[in-house]
């Protein structure tokens, strides 16, 4: 089974649009950390953010906001007021204490289309 | 701050010929991972170090491909002989701690003819 899904392969919007990628994972470890990463159309892996299973806490930064609900196992994140710069391939990511946090669990990524 | 650099960004080579990949980690970082990307698999985690020691090589898919880490600043993943398949991105990533996140280099873009 995968660890980390994300249902959504590919989504376009219009510039200004707000939009929510979803991040289901799946884990038996209480300690865990859920990530964000960017890819951008010239390939490098851009950290966003990292979040430990302890702090449900939602975060935001600027454009971008994370909403983490362990009832539900989601790690969700939304851009709003897209821009075509934010057009890129996200990743979500998982790891475990029981791997001490080394072996990361990347889902299949979503494809973000901010148009013009 | 300098990045994990990686080198070359971009190889071509034909099939059989050795491939050496090479990667610096961020000064100070104690982890060093090799990742492989290709669309049918997505991210593979295919090693890491731990102070220069190797501490899981279960995603070296075949002894073709090897790994090593010299001294804190330097690593190699070398592919020998390389075939076809082996094409896609390699990425090098580096961390502080075991709790902090991995910051990934650009990429190495591999394709083998």
């Known amino acids: 089974a995968q660890k980390v899904t994300q249902a959504q392969t590919e989504i376009s919007v219009v510039e200004k649009e707000d939009v929510t990628l979803d991040c289901v994972y799946e884990?038996?470890?209480?300690?865990?950390?859920l990530f964000w990463y960017k890819q951008p159309p010239s390939g490098e892996l851009v950290f966003l953010i990292r979040?430990?299973?302890?702090?449900?806490q939602n975060e935001i930064s600027g454009r971008y906001s994370w909403n983490f609900q362990k009832s539900t196992s989601s790690f969700n994140f939304t851009i709003t007021a897209s821009q075509v710069v934010d057009s890129a391939v996200y990743f979500c990511?998982?790891?475990?204490?029981?791997?001490?946090?080394?072996?990361?669990?990347f889902g299949s990524g979503t494809k973000l289309n901010v148009k013009p | 701050d300098a990045g994990v650099i990686q080198s070359p960004r971009h190889e071509v080579t034909e099939m059989g010929q050795e491939v050496t990949l090479r990667c610096k980690p961020i000064?100070?970082?104690?982890?060093l991972f090799w990742y492989r990307q290709t669309m049918m698999r997505g991210l593979e985690l295919l090693i890491y170090?731990?102070?220069?020691?190797?501490?899981?090589d279960s995603g070296m898919p075949e002894d073709r491909f090897s790994a090593k880490m010299p001294n804190a600043s330097f690593s190699t993943l070398k592919i020998q002989p390389s075939e076809p398949r082996d094409s896609a991105v390699y990425f090098c990533?580096?961390?502080?701690?075991?709790?902090?996140?991995?910051?990934f280099g650009d990429g190495t873009r591999l394709s083998i003819l």
């Open positions: 990533a580096s961390k502080g701690t075991n709790d902090q996140p991995q910051h």
């Open positions: 884990t038996r470890d209480t300690t865990y950390y």
């Open positions: 979040r430990n299973s302890f702090d449900e």
């Open positions: 990511a998982l790891s475990e204490a029981l791997y001490n946090f080394n072996k990361f669990y």
């Open positions: 000064s100070g970082h104690d982890y």
């Open positions: 170090f731990n102070n220069n020691v190797p501490i899981d």
